[in-house]
């Protein structure tokens, strides 16, 4: 099966600073990945996927993340943060082969952003 | 708005209880997937329907189990209910095919189970 990794339970940065989340997979084929973000209160959004075209991605409110198959990694960035982006993100990966493309998610990180 | 409807929104029994939870996938998604998230176990995956049938299974318990009616709507029912299920329960869809596409979720149904 495969699984995903966020290190970091929880990042804080200052306003205007650059977010960074981290995110690792384990899949012995490529993969699908997205980036989701869930305000306080209210259901997942996508923010970006990865489906094997382009390795940098780029998602709705200024984020990115990179596909680096080296390194197993799809981490998440934005060079500025902002107050609105206090939040929780989730990594998930998806594995064509399994029946019902389940997706996998992370434990998640909580982002606080600091005035 | 994603196009998934939860309802209720809100829902507040006692344990032993059994209750219904609905979702509409949106429009012409044949897949329906439901999760459980609480504070000390995160977001975890319970059981997937794809157009009537069921898919993948995940950490449900048996307590649990959940259907997908012809018209793709689909009802997650907990009975004997205990205070540890109580918890955000989201359901996503997403379209036939397509491995890449992305699941759509719902805005939740939270439960409290006193």
């Known amino acids: 099966a495969q699984s995903v990794t966020q290190l970091g339970s929880h990042v804080s940065v200052s306003e205007g600073a650059l977010v960074l989340l981290r995110c690792n997979y384990s899949?012995?084929?490529?993969?699908?990945l997205f980036w989701y973000v869930q305000y306080p209160n209210q259901g997942l959004q996508l923010l970006l996927k990865?489906?094997?075209?382009?390795?940098l991605v780029k998602g709705i409110n200024g984020f990115e993340a990179e596909f680096k198959k080296s390194e197993t990694s799809f981490h998440l960035t934005k060079p500025s943060a902002h107050m609105s982006d206090a939040a929780e993100y989730f990594c998930?990966?998806?594995?064509?082969?399994?029946?019902?493309?389940?997706?996998?998610f992370g434990t998640g990180t909580s982002l606080t952003v600091i005035p | 708005d994603s196009g998934v409807t939860q309802t209720p929104k809100h829902l507040i029994t006692a344990t032993g209880q059994r209750v219904t939870l609905r979702c509409s996938p949106r429009?012409?998604?044949?897949?329906v997937y439901w999760y459980q998230q609480s504070l000390d176990q995160g977001l975890q995956f319970l059981i997937q329907?794809?157009?009537?049938?069921?898919?993948a299974k995940g950490n449900i318990l048996e307590r649990f189990s959940a259907q997908q009616f012809p018209d793709l709507h689909s009802e997650l029912n907990l009975s004997s209910l205990e205070l540890g299920d109580s918890a955000l329960y989201f359901c996503?869809?997403?379209?036939?095919?397509?491995?890449?596409?992305?699941?759509?979720f719902g805005p939740g149904t939270r439960l409290t189970v006193l």
């Open positions: 998930a990966v998806s594995d064509a082969r399994d029946t019902g493309n389940q997706f996998y």
């Open positions: 990865y489906t094997s075209a382009a390795t």
């Open positions: 329907y794809y157009n009537g049938e069921e898919r």
């Open positions: 996503a869809s997403k379209p036939g095919g397509g491995r890449g596409n992305e699941q759509f």
């Open positions: 899949s012995s084929v490529p993969p699908y």
């Open positions: 429009s012409g998604d044949l897949s």
